[in-house]
């Protein structure tokens, strides 16, 4: 059975309820505050599952979508129904009892198909860019970023089944020695452009001591506020799992360079071969010696951290990919809709076919919440490939969960953890 599907029909018994009184809805919520949601119940159609009802109030919307739905998938596949006479809109899901991912609501979000034209496709990212998603109010779970410049935290909502990871290793620990965390502004000749940079030094950190090793951390700003992967570098250190590390965050230049830069772009590759690792180096007491070397990244972040391993072999001996965007190509154009776009996909993994088996050690992951033919098949052949090259220090994995935070700043301790152990 899969990790996760929509069940269609399917009523929980205090909606069954409402729909016989919805003059009942004040009370519905009330206790929906104390008891909070979702609503959570055993399969008993099938065991390891459970049955997760989420509920939304909106008596004004026309329709509310669950989640924020990522294109290119028919929107309307995921709009909520609602019970006639109230504002509540639900939805149920069949998950398995190891899930955990987050969820938002978007109330009249513009129900686009795969298919849509270059005018509807623009509509709807400048909806999704302009209209916050909605939390759950009465979320059981939730995760608090801080978004900076002035912005709103980003207040996820977060369902984390039974028996998902554990995740107390993102939790702020009090009185835990703590690194610090340094920005600058950097100006790129090579990408005419400049950006944020900031850099994690551990506790302790005494440049004229050692040459600590050095991770590049792609989506700076997010890798710093919704992974949180400071935080999660000084509970692995005062844990013994790790060795200290110094951690450049490269922010992008705007919103929308990142879809150029991360796409296994030259230009960029240049940037962090002549521009970011000297200037780091310059700055900073760091190894030199490519097995000190770690890049790390998610989603374009992941797609951009196996190129710079292919690209960049003589500085860079160790890859973190996590749900890399595979399916890529020369010829995608995220301005325009999919199907406007002539490419070859996959191409990065054919690069990697082609080439001779590098001194790489790389740990890869996909979910089995993400699109299967985007992503989870696009990740097991590049899998495939890299084995079959004969790349003995591989570690790739699949989880029960969506591509999403709530799983990669888990999984990020995890794999710091296999490939940076502490010295004995």
């Not at 639900?90 to 298919?115: E, G, I, K, W």
């Amino acid at each position: 059975m899969i990790v996760a599907e929509r069940v269609l029909g399917y009523l929980h018994p205090l909606l069954a309820g409402l729909a016989d009184a919805p003059g009942d809805e004040p009370a519905f919520w009330g206790r929906m505050a104390d008891e909070r949601t979702p609503l959570i119940e055993p399969d008993p159609a099938s065991p390891g599952f459970s049955l997760v009802t989420y509920v939304f109030r909106d008596p004004d919307a026309a329709h509310v979508v669950f989640d924020d739905t990522r294109f290119p998938q028919e929107v309307s596949d995921f709009v909520m129904e609602r019970i006639p006479g109230t504002g509540v809109w639900h939805t149920t899901y069949r998950y398995r009892n190891d899930v955990r991912a987050a969820y938002y609501f978007q109330p009249n979000m513009p129900l686009v198909s795969v298919n849509c034209d270059e005018t509807e496709y623009v509509a709807f990212w400048e909806f999704l860019r302009g209209v916050p998603s909605k939390p759950d109010p009465n979320a059981r779970e939730t995760f608090v970023s801080c978004a900076g410049d002035g912005l709103p935290d980003n207040v996820a909502s977060i369902l984390s089944l039974l028996d998902a990871p554990d995740q107390s290793i993102i939790e702020e620990r009090p009185g835990l020695a703590r690194g610090r965390v340094e920005e600058y502004l950097l100006k790129s000749e090579v990408l005419s452009n400049d950006r944020r940079i900031w850099v994690y030094t551990p506790p302790g950190y005494a440049s004229d001591e050692r040459a600590y090793p050095l991770i590049v951390v792609f989506d700076g700003a997010a890798a710093l506020s919704v992974m949180p992967t400071p935080r999660i570098l000084d509970n692995l250190l005062a844990d013994g799992r790790i060795a200290p590390a110094v951690a450049a965050f490269i922010g992008n230049a705007n919103d929308r360079s990142r879809a150029v830069e991360l796409a296994c772009n030259e230009d960029f590759a240049q940037f962090i071969e002549t521009e970011l690792i000297p200037w780091v180096r310059d700055r900073y007491g760091v190894s030199r010696d490519p097995k000190d070397a770690f890049v790390t990244g998610s989603s374009y972040g992941g797609l951009a951290a196996l190129w710079l391993g292919l690209r960049l072999p003589h500085l860079i001996g160790n890859v973190i990919s996590q749900s890399a965007s595979l399916w890529w190509g020369p010829g995608v154009d995220l301005e325009k809709p999919p199907s406007l776009w002539r490419y070859t996909p996959g191409w990065l993994t054919d690069q990697y076919a082609s080439a001779p088996r590098l001194p790489l050690r790389i740990w890869m992951e996909v979910g089995l919440m993400e699109l299967e033919d985007r992503m989870v098949r696009t990740n097991r052949r590049m899998a495939a490939v890299l084995r079959e090259k004969g790349y003995d220090a591989l570690t790739y994995s699949e989880f029960a969960a969506g591509h999403d935070w709530s799983h990669w700043r888990v999984s990020l301790a995890q794999a710091l953890t296999l490939m940076l152990p502490p010295i004995p």
